[in-house]
């Protein structure tokens, strides 16, 4: 059974930092590409950062370009998304992703979903 789990939200003063680390069991973590999504209530699930299954390439939304970082260890079967420099607009619950189409910026190619970790960011 595919399971990613999620782990790393909560709140957060404006301008903190948080790291989300999602633990993905039941496939070959190294088949699939991983990225992180996130959704706001009323609002479309949209993608914050994605990685190629190899790690070489990675795409992030302009939102945060600068300011999050996404990265895998396939020896840990884990990814995450370092997020620095956190604004309100950032709140979210967040989602780890697996998949294989490339790039990965439509949820509808999503082939497994975690439940969410959600962020809260106070200003």
């Known amino acids: 059974q595919v399971q990613l789990v999620e782990s790393g939200g909560g709140l957060v003063q404006a301008g903190g930092s948080l790291r989300l680390s999602c633990v993905v069991s039941?496939?070959?973590?190294?088949?699939?590409?991983l990225g992180w999504f996130r959704q706001d209530p009323g609002k479309e699930r949209e993608p914050v950062a994605t990685?190629?299954?190899?790690?070489?390439?990675?795409r992030y939304a302009n939102s945060v370009k600068g300011r999050f970082t996404i990265s895998r260890d396939n020896g840990k079967n884990t990814v995450y998304l370092e997020m620095n420099s956190l604004k309100p607009e950032d709140k979210a619950v967040y989602y780890c992703?697996?998949?294989?189409?490339?790039?990965?910026?439509?949820?509808?190619?999503?082939?497994?979903w975690g439940k969410g970790t959600l962020v809260t960011v106070s200003s």
């Open positions: 992703a697996a998949g294989s189409a490339w790039p990965m910026d439509d949820p509808n190619d999503i082939t497994y």
């Open positions: 039941g496939p070959p973590f190294s088949n699939y590409h």
């Open positions: 990685i190629t299954w190899s790690g070489h390439s990675t």
